[in-house]
């Protein structure tokens, strides 16, 4: 989302935390095409044209290092993906034009982290890594927090 909402010329910078940095042309489910055959796969169920994390399998591979309670309310108040949203196509990237920052989720079971890695490193993104699952802001919310600091520190000191 970030990738298209980002071009708004009210927004100075992107943060991307554990996330699809698709290019132009390219949609999230391409991304997922990309991913090794053999490695792990997002356990994603689809229902009525909507993707979700399969709620018996979320704890585990949305949030394994989040305290199981927490990470059971996330299953049960996950909200769907469409399917069309997965296969939507972006325009022309924001992080073509506008500074970039990646946070590399090094335990994550949803977006292997060198497809992460990778995605970061195209967009010319700067990149941090930091332990944690695919549920990083709330397992590790200071390394998030930090990273958004930096960006924003960075746009502001453009601008004086």
Same mark, same amino acid.
């Given at each position: 989302m970030i990738t298209e909402a980002g071009r708004h010329p009210q927004v100075k910078a992107l943060v991307y935390v554990a996330a699809w940095v698709p290019d132009a042309g390219e949609s999230v489910?391409?991304?997922i095409a /990309?991913?090794?055959?053999? !490695? =792990? &796969?997002? =356990?994603?169920?689809? *229902?009525? !044209?909507?993707?979700? $994390?399969?709620? +018996?399998?979320?704890p585990d591979a949305f949030a394994q290092d989040v305290d199981r309670a927490t990470a059971e309310f996330?299953?049960?108040? &996950?909200? =769907?993906w469409a399917f069309e949203a997965a296969g939507g +196509? $972006? !325009?022309? =990237?924001a992080w073509k034009t506008k500074p970039s920052w990646y946070l590399v989720s090094a335990d994550d079971r949803m977006i292997p982290p060198p497809? &992460? *890695?990778?995605?970061?490193a195209h967009a010319g993104a700067k990149i941090a890594e930091s332990p944690g699952s695919h549920s990083i802001f709330v397992s590790h919310p200071?390394? $998030?927090? /930090?990273?958004?600091?930096?960006?924003?520190?960075s746009v502001f000191e453009t601008a004086a």
């Open positions: 489910n391409a991304l /990309k991913l090794p055959p053999d !490695g =792990p &796969q997002p =356990p994603l169920a689809p *229902r009525d !044209g909507f993707l979700f $994390v399969d709620p +018996t399998k979320f996330q299953a049960i108040a &996950q909200l =769907p +196509t $972006v !325009g022309e =990237p497809a &992460q *890695r990778d995605m970061a200071d390394a $998030v927090a /930090k990273l958004v600091e930096e960006a924003a520190a």
